[in-house]
């Protein structure tokens, strides 16, 4: 199984200020055929399912707000928000879907400072 | 608008089953397979496996050992979770979920509100 690590474990962030949160997987995830990274990010509030922001590593979800960024290729990769706001505050969690099972990261708790 | 309705929350004993159940609306049900994946308290989310609707095929996490499985009801759009020989460490938060779309490539856009299962003596 492809292992997915992220970091921080928790952030505190001033509203406004960059947040950044980064993943790291065990195995590669780009898929040279296509040369896609199978990576994707969620975002989970209290009570909440998981919410999906991004796919394809940077590729954002309809709907998700374009402070919310996705970069890196095959092991390493990185969320950013790019000034956050206070419903941003929530869990996030990265995800690879390059083999079965898929996985996910412990998840990273970010608040605001 | 897709949704998943899912079954209420559930208390069983060490050694009992469960059964979830998971309502599929606003899409045609059987385009898509239907993941679960679970969450345990303070736990990173976990994958549990899938079903495709169209076929009854499934897909498990080696994890469960032949303790879970999968049905579906396509004449009422539902699937159904049942997990055997529960254990503590099956207490979890369960979500069945849906793909984004018709690429087959398994990130999860559409999620069901969770279903709490807590095994308890």
């Known amino acids: 199984d492809i292992v997915m690590t992220q970091s921080p474990d928790s952030l505190a962030v001033s509203l406004g200020e960059r947040a950044t949160i980064n993943c790291r997987s065990s195995h590669s995830v780009l898929y040279s055929s296509t040369n896609k990274n199978y990576l994707a990010w969620y975002q989970q509030k209290p009570g909440q399912p998981p919410k999906l922001l991004i796919f394809?590593?940077?590729t954002r979800e309809s709907g998700v707000p374009d402070r919310f960024s996705g970069s890196g290729s095959e092991t390493d990769f990185t969320l950013t928000i790019s000034s956050l706001q206070a419903e941003d505050v929530a869990v996030y969690y990265c995800q690879q879907y390059y083999s079965t099972p898929i996985t996910f990261g412990q998840g990273t708790r970010l608040e605001v400072k | 608008q897709v949704q998943f309705v899912q079954s209420g929350a559930e208390v069983k004993k060490p050694g009992a089953s469960v059964r979830v159940s998971c309502k599929a609306s606003g899409y045609t049900f059987t385009t898509y397979a239907i993941h679960w994946v679970r969450q345990a308290p303070g736990q990173r989310l976990e994958w549990v496996g899938w079903i495709s609707p169209d076929n009854g095929n499934t897909r498990y996490s080696e994890n469960f050992q032949g303790r879970i499985s999968f049905t579906r009801d396509t004449s009422a759009s539902e699937v159904f979770l049942e997990l055997t020989s529960l254990r503590s460490e099956d207490t979890a938060v369960y979500y069945c979920?849906?793909?984004?779309?018709?690429?087959?490539?398994?990130?999860?856009?559409?999620w069901g509100q969770g279903t709490l299962v807590t095994v308890s003596s």
């Open positions: 394809w590593a940077s």
């Open positions: 979920a849906r793909i984004r779309d018709t690429s087959g490539f398994k990130f999860l856009g559409f």
